[in-house]
């Protein structure tokens, strides 16, 4: 028999010998005076399937920070004692620290061997050449929600040159915007990616329609609903009034137009706030559909901005999202460089009759607040950004250079990680500050703070966080050995099956002592994914090792093999592979690929 065949045999036969999902194994050795090692070890080492369910529940606060020298380029040489992160004015312990580079490698500071790439592992057989299998992942999210028609069209040009020019074989790219409309999964189809940028368009639907009267930008609404010591707001936008409703002096015509102002005020707010959590659930959604991509992943907003302050909290929890996903935001300014200035066509302000602000004042009124009011636009893409070690591009017109360097991550950046003390489980808002030992002309971009959470964090539950981290990457990590063979049987020209055994050494693993025996639980996480990287299947096998002392040193010396498979159809397949153990909470992951013609 060949190779080949040999290995297809041993792996059906581990298949067969499994039997069920949950069952015994033991080490295949004979025991001592010949009794089979089944009938001595029988309880020495059980499997059963669990369900590949996540939810994240961790208090530990994560804080992506990039610094750039003078040239603008990543600086990556400094170590965790030339950080200093403070909550809310207090200096915090910083208990976890990485660096990771624009490769999606990162080594945790002290960490001895810390993650290292390999190359994927190929079944018998297998004829991918290394390019096919997906490496980074990018999600466009366009704002066609808040782009105007002018802008969406420079965004529109600029987004297919770069389509064309950027993205490389290993990519995986996907369209989606804030209306839901036109989305387009990831696929490394570079004629579909172009024909759904050709077809975005602005759904302005949640405009005000008609025209306020007065015309109020958000800024200056904010001042009027929130500033109660300030009377230049309201008195200004009643000036405004009198001029669109064409009211002259009289009994009640003051009154009418402070009616009118506070209509305004409430529509231009609802407005605002509507549209920018529609927006942000997009983007939250967007997050979502990437962290199962298995490789590095990074989402493009393109957008013209937000217009309203009070969604800390949504911001906090997507921004979290992001980072434990090892999600990198990074944000396009889709208007370029903007021009403000009060609108031309409309009719200069003049004095309001009983008022003693000139018209003067007025008109540099109305700048200062548009003025405002775009900076305000930009501070939800520049926190999502500099929140998860993205990069912000806006104030030019350069929309294609833009889009190649926010769609590329930092070659560097700083992952700082802290558990804050005596936090309130209260769900405030919560200011961060961090500062650096750097040469002159660093500038630092950190995430500027987080929401406190409302509720304690399970421990089995970050368990699980940390494994669905892992299987859904592409880095190899080696904390202790674990190897991972691989092979398919035809069952038909559209039906396989791919059968996998796991081999784990246990050398490493620390074992607890209890009742004459040496325990340690280890999960071992299959998932299965196809050449675009999606998602298509996972195993979970929760294998409970019990073991005796006298055969302690038999299964040191052996491990153990755990076999899974799957039912497939013919394609190319990336296969995942986590184990982590309960005792040292050490883990494992490894690649493979197959092609299965």
């Known amino acids: 028999m060949d190779s080949k065949g040999a290995l297809a045999g041993f792996l059906l036969s581990l298949l067969v010998s499994a039997g069920p999902a949950s069952g015994e194994q033991t080490p295949p050795t004979k025991a001592p005076g010949g009794q089979a090692p089944g009938e001595q070890n029988a309880a020495e080492m059980t499997t059963r399937d669990q369900a590949v369910t996540f939810r994240a529940r961790t208090n530990l606060v994560l804080v992506p920070v990039v610094l750039r020298d003078a040239h603008g380029h990543a600086v990556g040489n400094l170590s965790q004692e030339d950080f200093q992160l403070f909550d809310r004015g207090k200096l915090q312990a910083v208990t976890r620290f990485s660096i990771e580079t624009s490769q999606g490698r990162a080594a945790a500071a002290g ?3 810390g993650s290292r790439p390999t190359e994927e592992a190929a079944v018998p057989g297998s004829s991918l050449p290394p390019a096919a299998v997906p490496e980074r992942f990018v999600a466009y999210l366009f704002d066609d929600l808040n782009l105007g028609v002018e802008d969406m069209m420079r965004v529109r040009e600029a987004a297919m040159h770069h389509m064309k020019s950027s993205l490389r074989p290993q990519d995986r790219a996907a369209i989606f915007t804030t209306s839901g409309v036109n989305a387009l999964d990831f696929t490394d189809d570079r004629d579909a990616l172009l024909k759904a940028v050709s077809r975005l368009q602005p759904r302005l639907a949640l405009s005000p329609t008609p025209r306020q009267c007065p015309e109020l930008n958000y800024y200056w609404a904010n001042l009027i609903r ?11 936008a009643k000036t405004e009034a009198y001029g669109c409703l064409s009211l002259k002096p009289g009994a009640g015509t003051d009154q009418i137009a402070w009616m009118a102002v506070l209509e305004s005020v409430a529509a231009v707010m609802a407005l605002g706030d509507q549209n920018t959590r529609v927006s942000l659930a997009a983007l939250d ?52 460089l903007y021009v403000e200035g009060r609108d031309l066509s409309k009719s200069a302000p003049v004095a309001t009759p009983g008022t003693s ?9 109305i700048e200062m607040t548009e003025h405002q009011t775009n900076l305000l636009r930009g501070d939800v893409m520049a926190e999502m950004a500099y929140g998860t070690g993205g990069t912000f591009f806006h104030n030019s017109n350069d929309l294609e250079e833009g889009l190649r360097e926010v769609a590329a ?8 990680g802290f558990s804050p003390q005596n936090l309130k489980l209260d769900g405030s808002f919560h200011a961060l500050k961090v500062t650096v030992k750097a040469p002159p002309g660093t500038s630092v971009e950190a995430r500027h703070g987080y929401s406190a959470p409302k509720s304690l964090s399970d421990p089995a539950e970050m368990a699980k966080e940390e494994i669905r981290q892992a299987l859904f990457s592409r880095e190899e990590i080696n904390d202790f050995p674990a190897d991972l063979h691989s092979e398919f049987f035809k069952r ?15 050398k490493p693993l620390r074992f607890k002592k209890e009742e004459n025996r040496n325990r340690n639980d280890l999960a071992v996480t299959m998932g299965l994914f196809d050449r675009n990287g999606n998602y298509v299947s996972g195993v979970r096998r929760n294998v409970e090792l019990r073991l005796k002392e006298e055969t302690f040193e038999r299964w040191m010396h052996n491990g153990i093999t755990v076999p899974c498979n799957f039912d497939v159809k013919p394609g190319t397949y990336l296969l995942r592979l986590v184990v982590r153990d309960t005792e040292g909470q050490l883990m494992a992951a490894r690649n493979g690929v197959v092609e299965i013609p």
């Not at 800390?312 to 370029?336: H, P, Y």
């Not at 038909?492 to 246990?506: N, Q």
């Open 111 to 113: 960490t001895p061997g």
């Open 226 to 236: 929130n500033n109660t010591t300030d009377p230049d707001p309201r008195e200004y």
């Open 285 to 336: 959604e967007t997050v979502r559909r990437i962290s199962v991509m298995p490789g590095q992943r990074s989402v493009v907003l393109v957008s013209s901005g937000f217009l309203t302050p009070d969604v800390k909290l949504e911001e906090s929890e997507t921004i979290d999202r992001a980072i434990r996903s090892n999600v990198v935001i990074s944000a396009l300014d889709g208007r370029g």
């Open 357 to 365: 602000r000139p018209a003067g004042m007025l008109i540099q009124f």
């Open 409 to 416: 991550p930092p070659e560097y950046s700083y992952i700082l």
């Open 492 to 506: 038909g020209p559209e039906s396989a099956r791919l059968a996998v055994v796991v081999h784990v050494d246990l």
